[in-house]
């Protein structure tokens, strides 16, 4: 009996749900429409609100990013003509210490120089009287000057 019953509970089951089966697709079921027409249409608004509040906020950052990046050029302009204008200062007042110093260093040379030709000159004299004294010994002497013998090589 057991073996009956585990076959025939089975079958009483699927005979139930054929019959609620059955019973569900006979049964007229009434869609409204309206409702789902009236869904849809407050979601396609949302979506268009939506649309148009992205489209408004792209724009207004467009502007945004637009006046950033002019202000960005003009602060960078400005400070690179800074920095023009302050390499200018600085290359003229360079190149004016250099022309100073340039016109010191020359007064310098023309002193030193001055100051060397007038110790050659002193020299010059002394070698001069050394040779008058030397020519004036040999001649009390008697004897001929003779010129110094160059070696080269």
Do not use: C
């Amino acid at each position: 009996m057991n073996d009956t019953l585990l076959v025939i509970v089975p079958i009483l089951f699927l005979l139930v749900i054929l019959v609620l089966q059955i019973f569900l697709l006979r049964r007229k079921v009434s869609v409204d429409h309206g409702s789902f027409q009236q869904n849809f249409e407050s979601i396609e608004k949302s979506y268009e609100r939506a649309e148009r509040v992205v489209r408004d906020e792209i724009t207004v950052n467009r502007e945004e990013i637009t006046n950033a990046a002019r202000q960005s050029r003009e602060e960078l302009g400005n400070t690179l003509k800074g920095v023009g204008d302050t390499l200018t200062l600085t290359i003229g007042e360079m190149s004016k210490s250099q022309s100073k110093g340039l016109v010191a260093f020359g007064e310098r040379l023309d002193k030193l120089a001055q100051g060397t030709e007038q110790k050659l000159h002193e020299a010059l004299e002394t070698i001069e009287k050394a040779q008058t004294r030397s020519r004036a010994i040999w001649a009390l002497h008697g004897l001929k000057p003779q010129r110094p013998r160059v070696f080269y090589g």
